[in-house]
Protein backbone atom coordinates (compact mmCIF):
# COMPACT_ATOMS: atom_id res chain seq x y z
CA UNK A 1 0.00 0.00 0.00
CA UNK A 2 2.77 2.31 1.19
CA UNK A 3 4.50 2.04 -2.87
CA UNK A 4 1.40 2.53 -4.35
CA UNK A 5 0.62 5.86 -2.41
CA UNK A 6 4.11 6.43 -3.18
CA UNK A 7 4.96 7.06 0.46
CA UNK A 8 8.57 7.54 1.99
CA UNK A 9 9.37 5.93 5.28
CA UNK A 10 11.37 8.32 7.20
CA UNK A 11 11.74 6.16 10.02
CA UNK A 12 10.51 2.79 11.26
CA UNK A 13 11.17 1.61 14.49
CA UNK A 14 11.43 -1.80 16.08
CA UNK A 15 9.72 -2.07 18.92
CA UNK A 16 11.40 -5.28 20.37
CA UNK A 17 14.70 -3.19 19.97
CA UNK A 18 13.54 0.26 20.72
CA UNK A 19 10.77 -0.27 23.21
CA UNK A 20 8.03 2.66 22.39
CA UNK A 21 7.12 3.99 25.89
CA UNK A 22 4.63 6.69 27.73
CA UNK A 23 6.95 9.15 27.30
CA UNK A 24 7.35 8.27 23.67
CA UNK A 25 3.95 8.87 23.18
CA UNK A 26 3.00 11.58 24.83
CA UNK A 27 6.35 13.44 23.28
CA UNK A 28 4.46 12.75 19.73
CA UNK A 29 1.12 13.81 21.02
CA UNK A 30 2.77 17.29 21.60
CA UNK A 31 3.46 17.88 17.77
CA UNK A 32 0.04 16.52 16.47
CA UNK A 33 -2.50 18.44 15.62
CA UNK A 34 -5.29 15.37 14.26
CA UNK A 35 -5.19 12.12 15.81
CA UNK A 36 -7.47 9.20 13.98
CA UNK A 37 -7.04 5.57 16.72
CA UNK A 38 -7.86 2.90 14.49
CA UNK A 39 -9.54 0.09 16.84
CA UNK A 40 -10.71 -3.28 14.78
CA UNK A 41 -12.83 -1.65 12.43
CA UNK A 42 -14.03 1.22 14.29
CA UNK A 43 -11.74 4.18 14.13
CA UNK A 44 -12.18 7.40 16.20
CA UNK A 45 -10.62 10.68 16.11
CA UNK A 46 -9.71 12.05 19.36
CA UNK A 47 -8.22 15.42 20.64
CA UNK A 48 -4.54 15.17 20.68
CA UNK A 49 -4.60 17.89 23.60
CA UNK A 50 -6.51 15.70 25.96
CA UNK A 51 -4.87 12.21 24.86
CA UNK A 52 -3.02 10.41 27.08
CA UNK A 53 -0.75 7.36 26.22
CA UNK A 54 -3.03 4.73 27.44
CA UNK A 55 -5.92 6.08 24.65
CA UNK A 56 -2.86 4.63 22.21
CA UNK A 57 -2.47 1.19 23.18
CA UNK A 58 -4.44 -2.01 22.64
CA UNK A 59 -6.19 -4.60 24.48
CA UNK A 60 -2.90 -6.55 25.78
CA UNK A 61 -1.66 -2.66 26.98
CA UNK A 62 0.83 -2.65 24.15
CA UNK A 63 0.80 0.21 22.36
CA UNK A 64 -1.16 -0.24 18.41
CA UNK A 65 0.65 -0.32 15.66
CA UNK A 66 1.86 0.68 13.24
CA UNK A 67 1.96 4.49 13.72
CA UNK A 68 2.11 6.81 11.11
CA UNK A 69 2.90 10.16 11.20
CA UNK A 70 2.31 12.05 7.95
CA UNK A 71 2.19 16.48 8.55
CA UNK A 72 1.10 16.73 12.20
CA UNK A 73 -1.31 14.00 11.22
CA UNK A 74 -1.22 10.60 13.44
CA UNK A 75 -2.49 7.17 13.09
CA UNK A 76 -2.08 4.43 15.38
CA UNK A 77 -3.88 1.10 14.76
CA UNK A 78 -4.32 -0.15 11.46
CA UNK A 79 -7.55 0.50 9.41
CA UNK A 80 -7.07 0.18 5.70
CA UNK A 81 -9.51 3.05 5.06
CA UNK A 82 -8.14 5.43 7.09
CA UNK A 83 -4.52 4.27 5.89
CA UNK A 84 -5.50 5.42 2.55
CA UNK A 85 -7.60 8.42 3.38
CA UNK A 86 -4.24 9.61 5.18
CA UNK A 87 -1.37 8.55 2.32
CA UNK A 88 -3.94 10.77 0.36
Do not use: C, H, W
Amino acid sequence: MLDKARAEVVRERSARKEPFGDDDARALLRGVQRLIVARGRRVVELDPTRARPADLKGPTGNYRAPMVLRGRTLLVGFNDAALRELLG
